[in-house]
Nanobody, 130 residues
Framework: VQLQASGGGSVQAGGSLRLSCTLS????????MGWFRQAPGKEREGVSC????????YYADSVKGRFSISSDDAKNSVYLEMNSLKPEDTAVYYC????????????????????????WGEGTLVTVSS
């Protein structure tokens, strides 16, 4: 399994960016996919994930109402629309995938912690200036 991420860049506060991630080597239905981020000096945290299998989504409290995640099973891809960006959203964003697990009532809840992630993509930098 490989994850190929694209998107990111620099934007002013209040602006928008879109991240994309494509999974290769298996089918999207077997995975929860999404993004984590890591700011300088901070732990890597789950931002948003989606499960094509049960339709569940996960959003960190800090991005609820501003970020939106979606998936396209035909393209084996997920997309993160990031709106109303804030300087505190500045971080390296990592695409992540986790095999669907029955441990969670909603599969996407696995993204509350990095411990359940099986695969990581390369990071892409998002910079939000004030």
């Amino acid at each position: 399994v490989q994850l190929q991420a694209s998107g990111g860049g620099s934007v002013q506060a209040g602006g928008s960016l879109r991240l994309s991630c494509t999974l290769s080597g298996n089918d999207l239905e077997y995975y929860v996919m999404g993004w984590f981020r890591q700011a300088p000096g901070k732990e890597r945290e789950g931002v948003s994930c989606i499960s094509y299998s049960d339709g569940s989504t996960y959003y960190a409290d800090s991005v609820k109402g501003r970020f939106s995640i979606s998936s396209d099973d035909a393209k084996n891809s997920v997309y993160l629309e990031m709106n109303s960006l804030k300087p505190e959203d500045t971080a390296v964003y990592y695409c992540a995938a986790s095999l669907v697990s029955g441990r969670y009532f909603e599969y996407a809840a696995v993204c509350a912690s990095r411990d359940g992630i099986n695969y990581w993509g390369e990071g892409t930098l998002v910079t939000v200036s004030s």
